[in-house]
Structure formats: C-alpha cells, structure tokens
C-alpha cells in the first residue's frame, strides 16, 4: 500500500511539471479567449482565419481537459487506495490505473523535447528514390507506406501532395502533408538517407542489392513568413500525372514540376484539379523547403548540427534496413538497433524517433 502511495507522489509530481511546463492557467485563459472569438456571429467570415482559430482551441481545450483528467484520476485511485483496506481487487484496480496515468504522463512528456518555433506543427514529408533505378523506386514505395502507417498509428492526418509512380515499379517520388501535434517536431528526425539492404526481388540471380531513399521534412509555414523566391530561377514544367491514381492521385493535364535552380530543390504537385491550383500548392511546399534549408545553414552555423544530406548515397544515411543475411533496422545516429525489421516497416518508428531527439537534446 505504501508503495503505491509513493508511486502516486511520484506522478503527481510529474504531473505538476507538465502543468508549469505547458502553462495549463495560461491555457484555460486562452482556450476561453478562443471560445469566446468563435461564439462570435462573423467568426466564419475569414475560413481560413477561422480555420486556424479553432484548430488551436481544440488543442489548447484537449491539453487542458487531459491535465485536469490525469489529475483527477490520480486523486480518485488515492482515495480508492485508503478506502481499500486490503482489498486485493481494489488494490488490483489501482495498479493498472497508475499503468495508464503513467502512460499518459509519457506521451505528454515528449513534448519537452521540442524548443523549436514550428515543432509544435504540422509538417510537409518527401520520399525521393535514389540512385539505383526500380530497386530504389521500390524501396521509396516500401518508405512512404511506413510514414504512412506510422501517420495512422498517432491518428495524424495525411494529404498527398504528389505520388510519382514508374512504370515499372516503386515511386519516384512522393510528398505529403502530416497534420498533428508535433508532426514536424517528430519528423525532423526522420530526414536524410534510409539504406536497405535486402536480397532483390528483382533480380533473376537473387543477388544482394543495396538502395538509398532521402526524406525531407520541412514545416507547414504561413503566408506571414517571407522567403524570398525570385521568378527569374524557377524552372516550371507541366505534365499529365503518372501512375495507378486511385488513392494516389487524381490524374490530370496540369501537374506541375518546380525546379529552383540555385539550390536544386525540385517540388511537384498533381493532385488539385487545376494547373494554377498545383502551381501554388507546389510554390507553398518549395516555400516551405527553402525555409527549412535556410534554418538548417543557421543552426548549422551556431551549433555545428548536420541537417538534411544532400547525396543519395553511401556516407550520408541516417538509418540502415537489412533484410538480408540477417534482420537489423539500425539508427547510425543513437546507434539504436531493432531485429523487428517488419513492425518498423509498419511505421513502428516511435523508439528510433524519441532516442534521436532525446540524444539531440542532450547535446
């Protein structure tokens, strides 16, 4: 009994770091500050103005409910514990709920490791195929559908921008929009090479083969942000998209392909039903990736921090997938290392993402 009485202290302590760390008296002001924009009559009058205000209010007003819930369940299994007296099944009943709170403590508690303006954000997520031809494209493929599932995993939502599929097989190319809490936070640690070594289900000689795909991840910024894109160094070409469609894609004449030719930075987007409205979407990504290149350089500078590589290549991975001899998904940064090579492929990458960020922090 004492000892669950000290595992209580001990998370309402943690509990009580969350509330000074999130601001949780702050947040109840403005969640009613919101509440009360959004009562408003004109309040839809600007959709996207609107948009963005309840988005907030309904993450401000969770986080709040969340805290005062975790509190008060902690609360309830104390005075369930003095009440118990010995009773096995009471005693029982608290344990499992500590289990829970504890769990919940844990996914709040990642949000320290974020300092960063945007990580609280959404994110904007691409898949290139390296070198290597359909063995690369279709380690792209196998790549965009683990971001994909782990998306579904933390129940974020998901737009897809393009989706370039070969001919033959596998994706040249895929770029989406996460939307979540901590979505660009999260998947930051995600961007650089991937390298999967694997025995080619393309080659009549069952060989080994070795395959590289990039990720960049750039956050979703607001037309208050200026970057600065001069007309004059884009390269734009249209095109009718590619592939199966379906989930996909909407296949259609006006895809467009951006190229900004002093940084090499190509973004495509075909899945609006206009050629003007894939030109913007496509300039609102580009945006966002010249952005994201400029905030590395900085932090590069002051902190001699690697950002996004910039070959496809051996040298520059961040983590290796063997599936052949032996089963091993390891992260060359924290040095990490999993034999549940399928459960990762499954977008079970919570563990590579949080032993990244932590050793970021730490540094």
């Known amino acids: 009994m004492s000892d669950l009485n000290d595992r209580i202290s001990t998370l309402e302590g943690r509990l009580a770091e969350l509330e000074e760390f999130f601001g ?26 609107a948009k963005e205000t309840s988005g907030r209010f309904s993450r401000v007003e969770g986080r709040v409910r969340l805290l005062d819930d975790l509190r008060s369940r902690l609360a309830d299994s ?13 005693v029982h009943e608290v344990e499992v709920e500590l289990g829970r709170v504890a769990t919940a403590l844990d996914e709040q508690e990642i949000a320290r490791l974020f300092s960063g303006e945007y990580d609280a ?27 994909r599932r782990w998306v579904e995993r933390h ?3 998901l737009e897809v921008i393009e989706y370039t599929e ?34 080619s289900p393309f080659d009549s000689s069952s060989r080994r083969h070795t395959s590289f795909a990039s990720v960049a991840v750039a956050p979703v910024i607001g037309d208050a942000v200026e970057v600065e894109i001069d007309e004059k160094e884009l390269k734009i070409d249209t095109y009718r998209a ?38 913007e979407v ?31 290549g051996f040298g520059s991975q961040i983590r290796s997938y063997v599936l052949h001899p032996y089963q091993m998904v390891k992260d060359l940064r924290s040095s990490l290392e999993t034999s549940g090579v399928e459960a990762v492929l499954d977008g079970d ?15």
């Open 24 to 49: 949780l008296e702050a947040m109840r002001v403005e969640a009613e500050k919101l509440g009360g924009a959004m009562s408003k009559p004109d309040f839809w009058d600007d959709p996207d103005s």
């Open 78 to 90: 104390r005075e369930i514990l003095e009440l118990a007296e010995g009773d096995a099944e009471l």
């Open 121 to 147: 954000g959404d994110a904007i997520l691409t898949v290139n195929s390296g070198a290597g031809g359909v063995e690369a494209q279709d380690w792209a493929e196998m790549l965009s559908r683990m971001y």
């Open 155 to 157: 129940d974020f939502g």
């Open 166 to 199: 070969d001919a033959e097989a596998g994706i040249k190319s895929a770029t989406f929009t996460v939307k979540g809490e901590f979505a660009f936070g999260l998947l930051s640690a995600e961007r650089g090479v991937h390298r999967l070594v694997r025995i």
């Open 242 to 279: 590619s592939g199966a469609g379906g989930q996909h894609v909407n296949k259609t004449d006006s895809a467009v392909r951006i190229t900004h030719l002093p940084s090499g930075i190509v973004v495509q987007c075909q899945n609006e039903r206009s050629q003007h409205q894939n030109r």
């Open 282 to 312: 496509a300039m609102k990504v580009l945006r966002a990736r010249l952005f994201e290149r400029e905030r590395e350089k900085r932090e590069e500078e002051i902190a001699a921090q690697s950002g996004v590589k910039s070959d496809i």
């Open 349 to 363: 990458l919570d563990d590579f993402i949080y032993a990244y960020l932590k050793l970021k922090t730490d540094e």
